[in-house]
């Protein structure tokens, strides 16, 4: 699953990054091992207090999420009783519309 291989990594030793490493001008190597490793964790007194991931690893993470949104708003849709449907020919019929009025019009 791909949620398992984006953060599988986090829970390894060399994720961890103490904030002090920042203090002492290393801020340019934490980024570099980011964009190696993906993620890693900053702390302060053994305690997490940033998450600092690649941008790749971001826009994954926010598809999946997305992803994740939509079909559980599809499901909610799918599960809930739909009213009752209109034929297409009482819609054009009720708006003085023919097909032919709706050729060329984008249905997104």
Known sequence: METRKLWFSIGKGNSLVPVSRFNKGEA????????????????????PVCILISPE????????????????????????????????????DRYGLAEADLEGISHS
Do not use: C
């Open 28 to 47: 340019s190597q934490i980024f570099s091992e980011v964009r190696q490793n993906g993620v890693m964790i900053a702390t302060k007194n053994n305690t």
């Open 57 to 92: 690893k971001y826009y994954k993470l926010m598809d999946l999420l997305e992803n994740q949104l939509l079909s559980a708003e599809a499901e909610m849709r799918l599960s809930q009783p739909s009213g009752p449907s209109i034929p297409e020919k009482e819609i054009l």
